[in-house]
């Protein structure tokens, strides 16, 4: 009966030890307070204004942009809207209010700090 049970043992911590190594980097997510249209991944051209864009072009965009500026793990963007407040500015580098969240591999870390995401 030892002789099962330590088998069995042994067993189990060898299925332990292969998943471990099959392990994807550890992922974070790191955030950036949207503004009202200065941001790097959606700027006016001298032919055309920003005007309204639908969040799923804006995260296309934003994926876009980290993948291009160093961060290729980027993946599940995510907008977050607090509650309405009485003051709003509507300067273009003024905050919307929004702040975008995004999952990234956290080897990428660095390079999304570079370009303005915090890590959550």
Do not use: H
């Not at 060898?14 to 009202?36: F, H, I, K, L």
């Not at 580098?93 to 975008?100: A, F, K, N």
């Amino acid at each position: 009966m030892k002789k099962v049970w330590f088998a069995g043992l042994l067993l189990g911590l060898a299925s332990c030890a292969g998943n471990e190594m099959t392990a994807n980097p550890a992922e974070v997510d790191v955030a950036y307070a949207e503004t009202q249209c200065a941001d790097p991944w959606l700027r006016p051209t001298n032919t055309s204004a920003i005007g309204y864009v639908a969040d799923d072009m804006r995260a296309t965009a934003i994926l876009g942009y980290l993948k291009t500026n160093g961060v290729p793990s980027a993946r599940d963007v995510r907008f977050q809207t607090p509650p309405p407040v009485g003051f709003n500015c509507q300067a273009c580098t003024c905050p919307s209010g929004r702040t975008i969240r995004v999952t990234i591999s956290s080897v990428d870390l660095e390079n999304a700090r570079k370009i303005g995401f915090k890590r959550e």
